[in-house]
């Protein structure tokens, strides 16, 4: 990155496998495809618009301006072959210069293979090469851990926390900054966040992968039992299941203190610590040993008789985007169905299997005993690719 401030280098601006370029009239039924899709609309600040507005948007795209001041450019990432528009990225510089704001959307189809990461990185220092802007920031709601990941893995940190109202009512948008001074000038597809995993974004894998561990369910359960009923707290995403699913904080966000907040997946956290739960378990602690990667949130999740965990998707749970959810039986039964696509997952106790949870799965419990699983969320660095990639 230069520190000589020069015009913007006029697009296209060519990267691996990609090339970042103007809005065209023609990339309409592409643009419209991936911008009419609910999950890639989900958490964005534009809405679904119709074909007409959705032509004269391209079309305005394709004469403004690259970073002018006060004014928002529309990029197009588009595949090196075919030329096809496969997502965009929007930048603005303030009207004083000094910072910028992005923004960016990506096809489904081309999610978790590092393209979008690529792509926001080449812009990012697009600007700090061809403008006065001292910070780039990104917003982003909190539900969105994927667009967190990927702020995270090119340089960007958690810098502020604002709020806002949807449909759903109140919720919270996290802000995510890069100065000028710490901006490193690494290429997409190699880039990482100091505390991310070098491999995230750069692997594929099958949905579920046993891992070649095993551990001894007695000690499990004897550390199970050593729990106590009022420990278990209520899952907080109601419309997902019927009956009792209850989880047990092990590990979770470093400034959590009580174990409702432990149990929440706060995407904005990069610091983890074990409960006192953990510490007072002789055999937990020992298993989580045997993973050598970083680990966040750790659970134990019950699923009682009777009870039904409905058909959904968990959009941050993939190994290709960074994070592996993986599955620890401790207690099981006959009668337990866990559907990950459309196909079961047959999981003994003791097994440790890597789930991607990012697709559609439900689980149901029409056995007489509680289904208990440990549960590890762990950050993918080289030694768990290299465990899932062998698998």
Same mark, same amino acid.
Not at 37 to 47: C, F, H, I, S, T
Not at 378 to 383: E, F, I, L, Q, T
């Given at each position: 990155?230069?520190?000589?401030i020069?015009?913007?280098?006029?697009?296209?601006?060519?990267?691996?496998?990609?090339?970042?370029?103007?809005?065209?009239?023609?990339?309409?039924?592409e643009?419209?495809?991936?911008?009419t899709?609910?999950?890639?609309?989900?958490?964005?600040?534009?809405?679904i618009e119709?074909?007409?507005?959705?032509?004269?948007?391209?079309?305005?795209?394709?004469?403004?301006?690259?970073?002018?001041?006060?004014?928002?450019?529309q990029?197009?990432?588009?595949?090196?072959?075919?030329?096809?528009?496969?997502? =965009?990225i929007?930048?603005?510089?303030?009207e =004083?210069s000094?910072?910028?704001?992005?923004?960016?959307s990506?096809?489904?189809?081309y999610?978790?293979?590092?393209?979008?990461?690529?792509?926001?990185?080449?812009?990012?220092?697009?600007?700090?090469?061809?403008?006065?802007?001292?910070?780039?920031? #990104?917003?982003?709601? @909190?539900?969105?851990?994927?667009?967190?990941?990927l702020?995270?893995?090119?340089?960007?940190?958690?810098?502020?926390?604002?709020?806002?109202? =949807?449909? =759903?009512?109140?919720?919270?948008?996290?802000?995510?900054?890069?100065?000028r001074?710490n901006?490193?000038?690494?290429?997409?597809?190699? +880039?990482?966040?100091?505390?991310?995993?070098?491999?995230? #974004?750069?692997?594929?894998?099958?949905?579920?992968?046993?891992?070649?561990?095993?551990?001894?369910p007695?000690?499990?359960?004897?550390?199970?039992?050593m729990?106590c @009923?009022?420990d278990?707290?209520?899952?907080?995403?109601?419309?997902?299941?019927?009956?009792?699913?209850?989880?047990?904080p092990?590990?979770?966000?470093?400034?959590?203190?009580?174990?409702?907040?432990?149990?929440?997946?706060?995407? #904005? +956290?990069?610091?983890?610590?074990?409960?006192?739960l953990?510490?007072?378990?002789?055999?937990?602690?020992?298993?989580l040993?045997?993973f050598? +990667?970083?680990?966040?949130?750790?659970?134990?999740?019950?699923?009682?008789?009777g009870?039904?965990?409905?058909?959904?998707?968990?959009?941050?749970?993939?190994?290709?985007?960074?994070?592996?959810?993986?599955?620890i039986?401790?207690?099981?039964?006959?009668?337990?169905?866990?559907?990950l696509?459309?196909?079961p997952?047959?999981?003994?106790? #003791?097994? +440790?299997?890597y789930?991607?949870?990012?697709?559609?799965?439900?689980?149901?419990?029409?056995?007489?005993?509680?289904?208990?699983?440990?549960v590890?969320?762990?950050?993918?660095?080289?030694?768990?690719?290299?465990?899932?990639?062998?698998?």
């Open positions: 990155m230069s520190d000589r020069i015009s913007p280098r006029p697009l296209p601006w060519a990267l691996p496998e990609i090339s970042l370029r103007r809005l065209r009239m023609s990339d309409l039924a643009f419209q495809a991936y911008r899709d609910p999950d890639v609309a989900r958490y964005q600040g534009w809405k119709n074909d007409a507005t959705a032509a004269a948007f391209l079309a305005a795209m394709h004469e403004a301006p690259l970073f002018a001041p006060g004014r928002w450019i990029v197009g990432i588009a595949l090196h072959e075919t030329d096809k528009l496969i997502g =965009d929007g930048a603005c510089i303030s =004083d000094q910072n910028a704001e992005i923004g960016f990506l096809s489904r189809a999610q978790r293979r590092g393209l979008g990461a690529r792509a926001v990185h080449e812009v990012v220092r697009q600007i700090f090469d061809s403008t006065m802007v001292q910070a780039v920031h #990104g917003k982003t709601d @909190r539900r969105n851990l994927p667009s967190i990941r702020l995270k893995r090119i340089g960007m940190s958690h810098s502020a926390t604002t709020g806002f109202q =949807d449909q =759903d009512g109140a919720q919270t948008e996290l802000v995510f900054s890069v100065t001074g901006f490193s000038e690494i290429l997409a597809s190699d +880039c990482t966040a100091r505390k991310n995993p070098p491999t995230a #974004g750069l692997i594929t894998v099958k949905d579920r992968i046993r891992l070649p561990l095993t551990f001894d007695k000690r499990m359960q004897r550390d199970l039992a729990m @009923r009022n278990w707290i209520p899952h907080f995403v109601k419309q997902n299941y019927e009956g009792d699913w209850s989880v047990i092990l590990r979770g966000p470093a400034n959590a203190a009580h174990p409702v907040m432990q149990i929440y997946p706060d995407p #904005g +956290c990069t610091e983890f610590t074990d409960t006192p953990l510490e007072q378990t002789e055999y937990f602690p020992e298993v040993a045997s050598l +990667c970083p680990l966040h949130a750790v659970r134990l999740m019950r699923l009682a008789p009870s039904k965990i409905r058909l959904h998707s968990d959009f941050d749970l993939a190994a290709e985007d960074g994070m592996a959810r993986l599955h039986p401790v207690r099981t039964n006959p009668g337990v169905e866990f559907m696509n459309g196909k997952v047959a999981m003994a106790e #003791g097994e +440790c299997w789930l991607r949870l990012s697709d559609p799965h439900e689980v149901e419990n029409r056995g007489a005993t509680d289904r208990v699983h440990l590890v969320d762990a950050a993918v660095n080289d030694w768990l690719g290299a465990a899932l990639t062998d698998n």
